[in-house]
């Protein structure tokens, strides 16, 4: 039997730069952390935006912080047909040539030129749990999946590091298409 | 190499009863076909109804047609949240204990009592690409998927007979978790 990793769905959201949290909740606002995250230091903000697309609008749309060096938008293909987009599949921080979007926020919107992706499906180790699992950061695996739409996850990236938890990072599209909910487990298939 | 197959993507769909078209529709209506569809016989109508569930609706949904015994939505788990429903994973036709939803058409309204699936994703044959694939009717195989999110589909039911045609049929979240568009071709991996 191979290494078991919770299933974490992530609904869209976004992560902000300083320069964007002020532009959009005004100077020197500190974001509010409303839910801790199993990735450490990372939480669930009270602060939302608005994502205006070309083609559609999601309003309410939840932060994640704390702030990163770029604002990074990260949504699902079903999500991005709806706003009229058609961002790449890539890994977080990676955004160059990613389309850009309009945040609304409080106090002001921000047009961003690029920074809309669909997150690259991941896995997030400690050193420790990455030593029992059999694997390093970068590596590719397969991942599979049980329940009612079984499915294998090929080419999944490894994640491992001390910031970093066990954790199976899924959009709503995977895990719909899996049948998977938070905190079902799932297992490494070591290529 | 496994036996290639083109990928069809079964976006909201109705199949209704001869009943319920004429309760929604009118007496003696008949449908209109507007689009030929790759299985025998069948075609996407010109006659569109709204789906109306405990939190959301859907408007302008297409009918399938032929008509059949008994009304059947399909619809993906994204659709299902927005809806407010839980609808189970089905074969077409399994119907039993399956949630009803409220269809509203030009000419009336039906309130179904059950009928709301997420199909179960399946390969159509006919009986000579099914000798040729080496598989037959009720089978389940894995499916190979190439691309950007690579995935192999478990458990994938074939249905093989003369009404059939090559074609995987699956959902819009197994299509956007998998990266797959209409025509794409995928693979049979034999269990």
Chains 1, 2 share one sequence.
Do not use: C, W
Request: aromatic residues 4%; hydrophobic residues 35%.
């Amino acid at each position: 039997m191979g290494y078991k990793v919770p299933v974490g769905i992530s609904n869209k959201h976004l992560h902000l730069s300083d320069q964007d949290l002020a532009a959009l909740f005004g100077a020197d606002h500190k974001l509010t952390p409303y839910k801790e995250l199993v990735q450490r230091g990372q939480y669930a903000a009270e602060e939302q935006v608005d994502l205006v697309g070309p083609k559609g609008v999601f309003k309410s749309i939840r932060i994640i912080g704390p702030t990163r060096p770029q604002t990074q938008v990260e949504i699902s293909k079903t999500d991005a047909r709806a706003l009229g987009m058609d961002p790449p599949v890539r890994e977080s921080g990676k955004l160059a040539g990613s389309p850009g979007i309009k945040l609304v926020g409080p106090k002001g919107e921000v047009t961003l030129g690029e920074g809309t992706i669909v997150a690259l499906r991941h896995i997030h180790l400690s050193p420790s749990q990455a030593a029992e699992a059999g694997v390093k950061d970068k590596d590719l695996v397969d991942v599979k999946t049980y329940g009612t739409r079984p499915v294998i996850f090929e080419d999944v990236l490894i994640r491992a590091g001390d910031a970093h938890f066990r954790e199976f990072h899924l959009d709503t599209d995977e895990a719909n298409a899996a049948g998977l909910a938070n905190g079902n487990e799932v297992e490494i298939v070591k290529k």
